[in-house]
């Protein structure tokens, strides 16, 4: 398991690092069985310390937990809270499926872009109808069920995920509704 433990622009004892992998790991060993690495960065934010812990699966789940308080060992703490409760309800719901993935979740490279956004205010009609391109990034598309796709998106509290569905190898979308449902996008072989 691979620790990346770092402070923007605060300092981060060996002490508070030492507590951090500890910590992390006796969490990680209780409910995930092969972390592959963890990133956690503290921040201060006015008063506040700010801790953000992304922890990486084997089974291709990214977990992400964020905690604030007055002190740095109590954002870590609440951090941690938060990691633990998501890994519990990760592994009942796993259990409650009665699926265990035997092989890691296949990912497959995709191009990511960010547009500029349309400043104009008026009415009038642009000049030409492309995007501008802000930047252009590579990602990761999971091989994953409609089930696991859900979890995922739940558990990252994102609100879509785009996945490659294992059962007929199309690209899908599943997203979170204003009305508090899922909803997934299967599109039609042709």
Known sequence: MRYQITGKQIDIGEALQTHVRTELGSILEKYAGRPTDATVIFSKNAHEYVCEAIVHLSTGLTTQARGHSTEIY????????????????????????????????????????????????????????????????????????VGEAVMQMEIAGAPVLVFRNEGNNNVNVVYQREDGNIGWIDPASS
């Open 74 to 145: 109590a954002a870590f703490d609440s951090c941690g809270e938060k990691m633990d409760k998501q890994l519990r309800r990760y592994k009942r719901r796993l259990k409650d499926h009665h699926k265990d993935r035997s092989q890691p979740v296949e990912l497959s490279g995709a191009s990511s872009y960010i547009l500029a956004a349309s400043g104009g205010s008026d009415d009038s009609e642009p000049e030409n109808l492309q995007p501008i391109i802000v930047a252009e990034m590579e990602t990761n598309i999971p091989s994953l069920s």
